[in-house]
């Protein structure tokens, strides 16, 4: 398995961008989401494209947010819930990541016309990943 370091100079090396998934031990979001972007936004200085920081850790983003504010970041959830707009504010998300299970057209027009990437997670389904990419005012 590759450190972060190797895949992120592969990711540099081939301009892939990346999604850094964050995934702290309970009690430790904050100093996980600390650590992350550190070496983050270390490993990725001032290349292209740049990676981007998600995590279901409100905690673990909202730490990331502030150490470093300039590493793009993104909420994940299961299901994307009601007062979704503040959550993802909070922390100064550019994305909203959610299992495509949950997703339908409307709700993913309303996110990306609030300016958000709406990013679906395992997706097998090429008509599922259409859904996802449908054109709207903000794409």
């Known amino acids: 398995m590759p450190t972060l370091a190797q895949a992120a100079g592969r990711c540099i090396e081939l301009s892939i961008a990346a999604n850094v998934d964050i995934k702290p031990c309970p009690g430790r979001d ?3 989401g600390r650590l992350v972007v550190e070496e ?3 490993l990725w200085s001032g290349a292209a494209p740049p990676p981007l920081l998600s995590s279901f850790s409100f905690g673990a983003l909202a730490a990331a947010r502030d150490v470093a504010p300039g590493v793009r970041r993104g909420l994940l959830f299961g299901r994307v ?3 979704w707009r503040e959550q993802a504010a909070a922390p100064g998300c550019v994305s909203l990541h ?3 299970r949950h997703l339908d057209a409307t709700l993913v027009a309303r996110i990306k016309a609030a ?3 709406m990013l679906a997670y395992t997706v097998n389904d090429l008509e599922r990943a259409r859904l996802r990419s449908a054109p709207t005012a903000s794409t």
């Open 81 to 83: 819930p009601a007062d």
């Open 115 to 117: 300016g958000l990437f």
């Open 40 to 42: 983050t936004a270390r």
């Open 98 to 100: 959610a299992s495509h």
């Open 30 to 32: 904050i100093e996980i």
